[in-house]
C-alpha cells in the first residue's frame, strides 16, 4: 500500500533558522524503505522552494526490516538541489564492526540487533564461512566506504543533529562518538539547556509520536519498523512542523 502523508501544524521554530532557508531531518528508518522515500517525495518542494536547504537523516537506516539496503542506497543518492547529510547511527556502526572484523561476537551482536534482514536483502546467508566477503561484493565497496566516513554530529545554526543524544554539559566538542550513537541517560532525564545554546534534534529512542514540548531537543524517533510510522522535522525560517509517512 502506498503510505500516506500526515503533516502537523506550524508552530514556532525551536531555533529560527535565516529567512528562506530549510531543514529537515528524518528519523530511524530501520529498512521501511516505502516510508522513506514517501516521506522525502512530501519533504520535497519545501526543500527544493527554499533559498538553501539541508536534509539530514539521522541514523539507524538498517536492520530489523526488508529494505535497508535500499535505504542505504536512496541516502546515499541525496535530494537534487539540497545539501544532504546522513549520519551513523548505532546499527550501522554495529553492522561496520561486524564486516570489518572477524570477531565472530561483533557478527552475533548485529544479527541480535536485527542484522539477519539485512543479510536477506542482499542474499547472503548468514551461516556461510566468507558471508563477509560476499556482503561486501552485494551491497558494494563504495556504499561501505561511504558509511565508515557517516558523521557522527552534524550543525546547522543553533540545531545540533545527532544519532542518540550528547552528554549534558559538555561541550558539543568533546562529545564521544560512542555517546553520540548510543546514550539514552542521563540524556534523556535532561532538561537542558545545552552547549552553546543548540536545540538538539535526535533519535535512537522510540516513542509513540514527535514531543515538540521539549525547549532543547527534540526526538525524531517513532519506531517505524513496528509502528509503520517513519516521521520527520520541517523548519523552514522561524517556524517548523511534523511530517510523517504512515503505512495504511
Given at each position: 500500500?502506498?503510505?500516506?502523508?500526515?503533516?502537523?501544524?506550524?508552530?514556532?521554530?525551536?531555533?529560527?533558522?535565516a529567512?528562506?532557508?530549510?531543514?529537515?531531518?528524518?528519523?530511524?528508518?530501520?529498512?521501511?524503505?516505502?516510508?522513506?522515500?514517501?516521506?522525502?517525495?512530501?519533504?520535497?518542494?519545501?526543500?527544493?522552494?527554499?533559498?538553501?536547504?539541508?536534509?539530514?537523516?539521522?541514523?539507524?537506516?538498517v536492520?530489523?526490516?526488508?529494505?535497508?539496503?535500499?535505504?542505504?542506497?536512496?541516502?546515499?543518492?541525496g535530494?537534487?538541489?539540497?545539501?544532504?547529510?546522513?549520519?551513523?547511527?548505532?546499527?550501522?556502526?554495529?553492522?561496520?564492526?561486524?564486516?570489518?572484523?572477524?570477531?565472530?561476537?561483533?557478527?552475533?551482536?548485529?544479527?541480535?540487533?536485527?542484522?539477519?534482514?539485512?543479510?536477506?536483502?542482499?542474499?547472503?546467508a548468514?551461516?556461510?564461512?566468507?558471508?563477509?566477503?560476499?556482503?561486501?561484493?552485494?551491497?558494494?565497496?563504495?556504499?561501505?566506504?561511504?558509511?565508515?566516513?557517516?558523521?557522527?554530529?552534524?550543525?546547522?545554526?543553533?540545531?545540533?543533529?545527532?544519532?542518540?543524544?550528547?552528554?549534558?554539559?559538555?561541550?558539543?566538542?568533546?562529545?564521544?562518538p560512542?555517546?553520540?550513537?548510543?546514550?539514552?541517560?542521563?540524556?534523556?532525564?535532561?532538561?537542558?539547556?545545552?552547549d552553546?545554546?543548540?536545540?538538539?534534534?535526535?533519535?535512537?529512542?522510540?516513542?509513540?509520536?514527535?514531543?515538540?514540548?521539549?525547549?532543547?531537543?527534540?526526538?525524531?524517533?517513532?519506531?517505524?519498523?513496528?509502528?509503520g510510522?517513519?516521521?520527520?522535522?520541517?523548519?523552514?525560517?522561524?517556524?517548523?512542523?511534523?511530517?510523517?509517512?504512515?503505512?495504511?
Amino acid at each position: 500500500m502506498t503510505p500516506l502523508i500526515r503533516r502537523g501544524d506550524w508552530t514556532a521554530a525551536i531555533r529560527p533558522l535565516a529567512e528562506r532557508q530549510a531543514v529537515a531531518a528524518i528519523g530511524d528508518v530501520h529498512g521501511q524503505d516505502d516510508l522513506f522515500a514517501a516521506l522525502l517525495d512530501a519533504l520535497l518542494p519545501d526543500l527544493q522552494a527554499a533559498r538553501e536547504s539541508s536534509l539530514v537523516q539521522l541514523g539507524d537506516l538498517v536492520d530489523r526490516g526488508p529494505g535497508s539496503v535500499a535505504a542505504l542506497r536512496r541516502a546515499r543518492a541525496g535530494l537534487p538541489g539540497v545539501a544532504c547529510v546522513t549520519l551513523m547511527g548505532n546499527h550501522e556502526d554495529r553492522m561496520l564492526s561486524a564486516i570489518l572484523t572477524e570477531d565472530p561476537h561483533e557478527k552475533a551482536m548485529w544479527l541480535e540487533f536485527g542484522g539477519g534482514e539485512t543479510l536477506a536483502e542482499l542474499g547472503v546467508a548468514d551461516d556461510r564461512p566468507d558471508w563477509r566477503q560476499a556482503f561486501a561484493g552485494a551491497l558494494g565497496r563504495d556504499v561501505i566506504d561511504w558509511l565508515t566516513q557517516l558523521p557522527q554530529l552534524h550543525r546547522i545554526g543553533d540545531l545540533a543533529f545527532v544519532h542518540a543524544g550528547i552528554e549534558p554539559g559538555l561541550p558539543l566538542s568533546e562529545q564521544s562518538p560512542r555517546t553520540l550513537m548510543w546514550t539514552r541517560r542521563p540524556w534523556l532525564e535532561s532538561r537542558g539547556p545545552y552547549d552553546d545554546g543548540v536545540a538538539v534534534i535526535h533519535g535512537h529512542t522510540p516513542q509513540p509520536d514527535v514531543d515538540l514540548s521539549h525547549l532543547h531537543r527534540i526526538n525524531l524517533d517513532t519506531g517505524a519498523f513496528h509502528t509503520g510510522v517513519l516521521s520527520a522535522l520541517l523548519i523552514v525560517g522561524d517556524r517548523m512542523r511534523v511530517v510523517q509517512a504512515v503505512r495504511p
